[in-house]
């Protein structure tokens, strides 16, 4: 069957910023692996083409193998659009039968076209393809549940662990464990690949929850790990307390004391400092010392002030939405619940940070800056990257750019109020 | 605006900024060199300038600028272009 990914209209998109600001929201992790993954597993397509926003089509496409914006894929054979925010494991979708549009509310979650049924549809864009198909075809409700807000993502994904650990079927000690380790609970619960190493004196506590430790992990003396968690391939976890719930993707750097979070992938916190239902992008460096609060004093529910606007999150345990390529300074504190933007460079108060600080914001003395401008950060983005072996490309800076200009009028403001704060 | 009067309002922003008597500060001070500017404070810097001067400058070219005389140079200029 085919499979087409979307993720729009943008608006539906901004509630997962600022991980989605260089994205599409199926990207996202949750558990042992993305949302998407999980809906092309769940769907069982053997061919897969994607549609994201335009200014980051070039970037996703040297990622990615299936087609990229291409409304040629919109055409020919029998085929299943999916918004790319439903969670997998509730949606009920025949791959193939009649035509259908299913709906959630206002969103189209997914678009069902019998070959026969294609030639009613604009095929143009995709913009143009979905309004084509709620205008020529039936509307039926949509049973499947979905992430609405980025944070639901990281509240999901310690369940979402336990479901993946038993999808996957694998348990057992494939790489090394050194003596003196202990693993507490059942071992089947335990799943060590192969080139994985675990060093002594390390406890892996399965007692509440599997672990899953992939390939090329390394986990260094005096490390707690408890389940249920993912350990992604090559990271390194430095005499890590990594308490339940934790989602590690690739070539991460970790240390202190990590909960129920979620870290996209290469990405480093590397000392002390707790970090507790968090959200961490990519390619983002958190100095020692930063910490996240994750409960307000009170146990209230934690408010996320997001796109401008104050949103009760309705859990009274959310840490930092930390954007990519963000570097925090020593000592870095940050509120309950803060939106950290892409690109930022945030130097320690010696007081918890306001809640939203926008992307690209040179954030001196709790003041939004240019500080030295895009130029620079992409500099160290690049440098960053060249440390892994990835390569910094035009397509990527193309979109940092486009990313930049999304994000300008609340920077910008931010910028001037920081000004006459300061004078 | 003139020059004499951009001379004066960026010695007197640039002590303020760094915390310094403004008979410290002269057309030859290096903001580093001189006058301890450190990276973060030649930030502050350029928001003040800013400020001051209801000006927006290129981040690049702003923080090419080495000593006050400069600055007084790089601001008045922008000033003229602004307005011509």
């Known amino acids: ?9 943008e608006e539906e998109r901004a509630k997962f910023y600022p991980l989605s600001y260089c994205r599409p929201v199926w990207e996202l992790r949750c558990g042992m692996t993305a949302l998407g993954e999980k809906l092309i597993g769940k769907l069982g397509a053997q061919q897969v083409a994607y549609f994201v926003p335009p200014y980051m089509a070039d970037a996703y496409a040297e990622r990615v193998d299936g087609k990229v914006n291409d409304p040629s894929g919109l055409a020919g054979d029998d085929v299943l659009l999916v918004h790319g925010s ?28 019998a070959q026969a049924d294609l030639g009613k549809l604009d095929t143009g864009s995709i913009e143009a393809f979905l309004a084509s198909a709620r205008q020529a075809l039936p509307q039926v409700s ?46 089947n619960d335990v799943y060590v690949a192969p080139g994985c190493e675990v060093h002594p004196m390390v406890v892996i506590d399965a007692t509440e929850g599997p672990v899953f430790l992939d390939e ?21 976890l430095l005499g890590t307390k990594l308490r339940e719930g934790c989602s590690v993707g690739p070539v991460c750097r970790l240390g202190g004391e990590i909960e129920e979070s979620v870290i996209q992938g290469h990405s ?44 009760d999150t309705g859990s009274n345990k959310v840490g930092a939405l930390i954007g990519d390529h963000t570097k925090t300074s020593i000592g870095t504190l940050l509120n309950t619940g803060a939106i950290v933007g892409s690109m930022g460079m945030i ?14 914001a040179w954030l001196v003395n ?4 240019k500080g030295f401008g895009r130029k620079a950060l992409y500099r160290t983005a690049a440098t960053a990257m060249g440390r892994r072996k990835q390569a910094w490309t035009p397509a990527i800076e193309a979109m940092w750019e486009a990313v930049y200009e999304l994000t300008a009028p609340e920077r910008n403001e931010a910028i001037k109020r920081g000004r006459r704060m300061a004078s | 605006m003139d020059r004499l009067e951009v001379q004066e309002r960026v010695i007197k922003t640039t002590a303020r900024v760094l915390k310094l008597d403004p008979g410290e500060v002269n057309l030859e001070s290096d903001f580093a060199a001189d006058l301890g500017a450190e ?22 070219a702003a923080l090419q600028v080495m000593t006050v005389g400069s600055a007084v140079e790089f601001i008045y200029d922008h000033i003229v272009s602004q307005k011509g």
């Open chain 1, 86 to 113: 439903l969670k997998a494991a509730t949606l009920d979708v025949a791959p193939t039968g009649p035509s259908e549009v299913g709906m959630l509310g206002d969103l189209v979650a997914y678009v069902r076209v």
């Open chain 2, 39 to 60: 990276s973060i404070q030649s930030i502050e810097l350029v928001a003040a300038f800013e400020e001051e001067f209801n000006i927006e400058m290129d981040e690049d």
């Open chain 1, 268 to 311: 480093n916190k590397y000392h002390d400092g707790f970090l507790g239902h968090a959200y961490v992008g990519e390619w983002v460096n958190l100095g020692a010392l930063t910490t996240n609060s994750d409960l307000k004093n009170d146990y209230t529910s934690v408010e996320v002030i997001q796109n401008g606007k104050k949103i």
């Open chain 1, 1 to 9: 069957m085919r499979l087409i990914l979307f993720d729009g209209p």
């Open chain 1, 216 to 236: 090329g992990v390394e986990v260094h003396p005096f490390t707690r790990i408890e389940g249920p968690a993912y350990v992604g391939p090559k990271t390194i």
């Open chain 1, 366 to 369: 709790g003041v939004v800056t």
């Open chain 1, 142 to 187: 949509c049973r499947a549940e979905r992430f609405e807000y980025v944070w639901e993502v990281m509240l999901d994904s310690p369940h979402q662990i336990i479901d993946d650990f038993k999808a996957a079927g694998r348990s057992g000690i494939e790489g090394v464990i050194e003596e003196p380790s202990a693993i507490r609970g059942n071992k």
């Open chain 1, 347 to 360: 130097m320690a108060t010696g007081q918890p940070l306001q809640k939203t600080i926008p992307a690209f």
